[in-house]
């Protein structure tokens, strides 16, 4: 299985305050200032919020999903510093992450994550 391409301890950017901001619309179409949302008859994919640490933490941690995934953070503040790390890699043009929710609810019960196979990223 492929490694998630985050990890804590290449991420070398101390976080001393809370980078992200809660995006209710993106109206641009340059994904690097913003994600947009896609939705679908059941399905709505967005920007991660740090708000969604904790539902992807209780989610993404159990043993029954865990076993399928690359190891996800172990802790919610891993999460959060997880979040922080895909908004500046998205800024970079070189990651995006998506928050999958339900239609009808904002809770967080996964992510999609698109990654650059090529310098400039025509490959995903």
Known sequence: ???????????????????????????????REGLPVLCGKAVVLRELRQSDAASLFALLTTQEVARFISPPPSTVEGFERFIAWTLRQRNAGTYACFAV???????????????QLDTDFRTA
């Open 1 to 31: 299985m492929e490694k998630m391409p985050y990890s804590e301890k290449l991420d070398a950017i101390l976080i001393t305050h809370t980078m992200v901001q809660e995006i209710e619309q993106v109206t641009s179409a340059n994904w």
């Open 101 to 115: 929710t339900l239609q009808g609810s904002e809770t967080a019960i996964g992510i999609f994550q698109v990654r």
